[in-house]
């Protein structure tokens, strides 16, 4: 009797413009090879011209989902279906997810991913966060750490103006969503910033540290981070960063920038596959390709 035999791949991919230096694809290929899964992860550059035709040949091709990368977490979003609630606050999406009746649905995964691995380490409920920069990891994190119970957000960013429209966001759409109590400060960062005393969460969201700028430091005052603090850097390549070295040094708890993008796969590869992935085969797969 001969053996049922599939020789189709599922498929998934990134969508981004330049994409050639996109990780992605070294955490989420071994994952679906632990899993079993014959599905394939391309890393696809895609112009801002061609996204229409990309989503269209991508509903042709009958992709499971995809991710977006810069530049087309907002522009995808009039070519989709419908939004989840936190993609739809943050008015961007960097993970579309295919329905079983075909409709494409978009995600954000960016703020959920830091959700669950500072989950590992605490409950945000009730905390206190000071969260530097305003651009598009910012505003994942300030949503999901408010949907899921933070009650104070001290925004601190470079340019006045995008604080500003974060800070706005944050105190009218995404206070309302959680259902108000909400507080929010902004701070217009000139100069090495104190860490208010009393605050229980520090994340940088912004690019300072990113390789090739790897010396670069986030302007605070060491001094004033304690252990009583988590502190969590979004930079995934390099991992230590100097905030990393420096919050580890006194004591704090922390949280690198490949746990995020490990935990955001995570959560990606649930949305597409149902089935939850094994993170250490994620994170060793980034290990590998960063030589860390
Ligand atoms: N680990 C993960 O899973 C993950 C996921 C998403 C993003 N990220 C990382 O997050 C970082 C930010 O991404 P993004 O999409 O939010 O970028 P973005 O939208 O371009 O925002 C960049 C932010 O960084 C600030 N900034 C940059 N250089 C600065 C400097 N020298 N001094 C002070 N502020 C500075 C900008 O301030 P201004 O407004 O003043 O310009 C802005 O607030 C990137 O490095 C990305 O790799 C990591």
């Known amino acids: ?109 960016d703020g959920k991913g830091f959700v669950s691995s500072f989950k590992e380490l605490a409950d945000p409920a009730g905390k206190s966060m000071v969260l530097f920069g305003a651009g598009g990891a910012s505003r994942a994190i300030g949503v999901e750490m408010a949907l899921a119970g933070v009650k104070k957000i001290t925004l601190v960013n470079r340019s006045e103006e995008r604080g500003r429209e974060l800070e706005y966001l944050f105190s009218g759409k995404l206070n309302e969503a959680c259902g108000g109590g909400l507080e929010i400060d902004f701070v217009k960062w000139d100069s090495d910033f104190d860490i208010p005393v009393g605050t229980e969460i520090v994340v940088n969201a912004t690019s300072i540290g990113l390789f090739p700028d790897v010396d670069a430091r986030v302007p605070l005052n060491v001094d004033t981070l304690t252990p009583d603090m988590v502190v969590a850097d979004v930079i995934p390549n390099p991992p230590k960063t100097n905030l990393v070295k420096d919050a580890t040094e006194r004591g704090c708890q922390v949280i690198d920038g490949l746990g995020m993008l490990v935990a955001q796969g995570v959560i990606g590869i649930e949305f597409w596959t149902g089935e939850t992935p094994d993170a250490g085969v994620m994170r060793r797969g980034l290990e590998e390709v960063f030589g860390t």
Not at 5 to 28: D, H, R, S, W
Not at 50 to 78: M, S, W, Y
């Open 1 to 109: 009797m001969s053996q049922e035999l599939n020789f189709k791949q599922e498929l998934v991919g990134c969508f981004g413009f330049p994409v050639a230096e996109n990780p992605t694809q070294a955490m989420i290929e071994p994952a679906f090879r632990a899993m079993g899964l014959d599905w394939r992860y391309l890393t696809l550059e895609v112009k801002p011209e061609d996204l229409p035709a990309a989503v269209a040949g991508a509903r042709a091709f009958g992709f499971q989902g995809f991710n977006c990368t810069i530049p087309h977490k907002v522009a995808v979003i009039e070519h989709l279906d419908g939004l989840g609630e936190s993609a739809a606050l943050m008015g961007a999406v960097n993970c579309v997810v295919r329905q079983d009746d075909g409709r494409l649905i978009g995600e954000n995964t």
